[in-house]
């Protein structure tokens, strides 16, 4: 229990970590013939910097999201809330859960949230003691996740050589990635017939 308690304590206080940077990338088009690593340096294309380093955002808001610690062990419920604060933009957004002693990806799906959305979800243990996720939203999610039905976490990925109970006891504990894909924005428009 004091293992609980105090990951409990410690996720409560460094809440969710927010990572904003900037990368961008050049293309160089060919003419048919070799390019060299000299024309290319010559050209300037790839002697300037234009990524900058990731800065930490005090108020967990930014294009990438760690949430630190979710646990499902011992009753316990980790509940989530992504909220797009873009007002003019939508999102498309990657959830991904890692277990806490391998970083092994047990769930990953993608989040289209319009924009000001607001996505919650809530991680559970299972009767068989997998983690679950279940939501009550309406965001649009891929692979879908169905209204209020738990979707088990996948053991897949899993050590081979681990037995069901631990295979399922890995799945209760570990972190969340949440990458910003993409925005969508007013621009975008599809052929609707």
Known sequence: MKKNVMALSIAAMIGSLGFAGAAS????????????????????????????????????????????????????MTVLHVTNTDQDNGKLVKVRFRTASNSDDVLDFQVFMSPGDVWTAAVMAGADGVANIVTADNTCTVPALTKNVAQPFVQTRL??????????????????????????TNAAVWDAT
């Open 25 to 76: 990338a050049a293309v160089i088009t060919g003419g048919g013939a070799a390019i060299d690593a000299a024309t290319i340096a010559t050209a300037g294309q790839m002697t300037a910097r234009t990524a900058t380093g990731l800065a930490v955002s005090e108020g967990g808001v930014g294009h990438a999201l760690v949430v630190p610690y979710y646990n499902a062990q011992n009753g316990n």
């Open 159 to 184: 050590p081979a050589f681990a037995d069901a109970a631990t295979k399922a006891n890995l799945t209760r504990e570990g972190y969340v990635e949440i990458f910003n894909m993409a925005d969508v």
